[in-house]
């Protein structure tokens, strides 16, 4: 395979061409507000057009004329003619628009400039440099070093500490910067799964354990539960009712009326109770034809014809169930 050196020799030029119109667009306009940096301005523009100064191309000038715009743009016209060289447009351009402010500005932002935790050394390390570049751009190597050792990671800085003073120029010191990160974090990263690999490991699915107020309580309630259960489940019988009603003492001062009285308005007040206490349990079940009444509505018991003594249709001493008195009532 053979290649054409000469085809080579034009397409370099060409492709660079490309390359430095494509970063002249990428290029900020210059318009001349104090807040503009003009230190970065020229050093972008000498750095697309490799300018110095002895040099008098008259084309580089017409590159920086591109990006200037409103007042810079009008300044430059008014002055063109006096621009023989580069030196002579930079000089002018610095006295024109140069801030000692944004000098100061830029010195404070040196002083607190501290590398982040989540930051690689070679991004502090270009930012710093950089700032050290448009505060003074004849700054030794020395004073760049020092900016640098005072805002870098402190993991790093006290190994670097160990070998400042064999570090003479800034490309030495990143250098050895970089090892200290490479260190750093290869070992933090080993330390890290060390650690995840010793912790125990958990079954987050379980049920989770009641708790000891929980566990008391609950025999409590199930016994609460349980007697209610008994209680609503198992209505009063008929005849263990009728016993008690007989086991009544009665009164020699008690008139039967009186007593019969007081008798039905406690039998009231227990008909209400034991209705609000097993009114779940009878509207599940039906009731038997009432002994006193014939009626199925409601339980012998509860009868309002009920006798308050002996036997409950005809008062006499004997059950309600062995009564052979004939139900007439309507």
């Not at 944004?102 to 270009?126: A, G, I, P």
């Not at 030495?172 to 080993?190: P, R």
């Not at 039905?264 to 008909?271: E, H, M, P, V």
Request: aromatic fraction near 10%.
């Amino acid at each position: 395979m053979t290649f054409d050196l000469n085809t080579n020799k034009m397409a370099d030029p060409t492709l660079l061409s490309k390359a430095r119109k494509a970063r002249f667009d990428d290029l900020p306009n210059f318009s001349g507000h104090p807040s503009e940096d003009v230190e970065r301005f020229l050093k972008s523009i000498k750095n697309i057009t490799k300018a110095t100064d002895t040099s008098e191309n008259r084309e580089i000038l017409e590159i920086v004329r591109g990006k200037l715009t409103k007042s810079a743009g009008i300044w430059f016209d008014n002055n063109e003619s006096t621009f023989i060289k580069w030196s002579d447009f930079e000089t002018k351009f610095r006295n024109r628009y140069f801030s000692t402010t944004m000098v100061h500005n830029k010195f404070d932002k040196l002083k607190q400039r501290k590398q982040l935790h989540d930051e690689s050394v070679t991004s502090y390390f270009d930012d710093v440099i950089n700032l050290c570049h448009e505060i003074d751009s004849t700054m030794s190597e020395q004073m760049k070093i020092q900016h640098l050792m005072s805002g870098i990671n402190p993991d790093f800085k006290r190994e670097l500490s160990r070998r400042e003073s064999s570090i003479k120029t800034v490309n030495e010191f990143i250098i050895q910067a970089k090892i200290e990160q490479d260190l750093y974090d290869t070992f933090e990263k080993t330390g890290k799964l060390s650690l995840e690999s010793q912790q125990p490991q958990f079954d987050f699915n379980r049920s989770p354990i009641p708790s000891l107020t929980a566990m008391i309580k609950q025999p409590q309630q199930n016994y609460r539960n349980t007697t209610q259960d008994v209680r609503f489940s198992k209505p009063m019988s008929s005849q263990s009712s009728a016993f008690q009603r007989n086991s009544y003492p009665q009164s020699g001062n008690t008139t039967p009326t009186s007593f019969h009285k007081q008798n039905r308005d406690y039998s009231q007040q227990s008909t209400w109770k034991n209705k609000s206490m097993n009114n779940s349990s009878t509207s599940r079940n039906q009731f038997m034809n009432c002994k006193i009444c014939g009626r199925q509505n409601h339980r012998t018991i509860d009868c309002f014809y009920k006798h308050t003594t002996g036997c409950f249709k005809c008062g006499q001493d004997h059950m309600v169930r062995d009564c052979t008195m004939t139900q007439n009532f309507q």
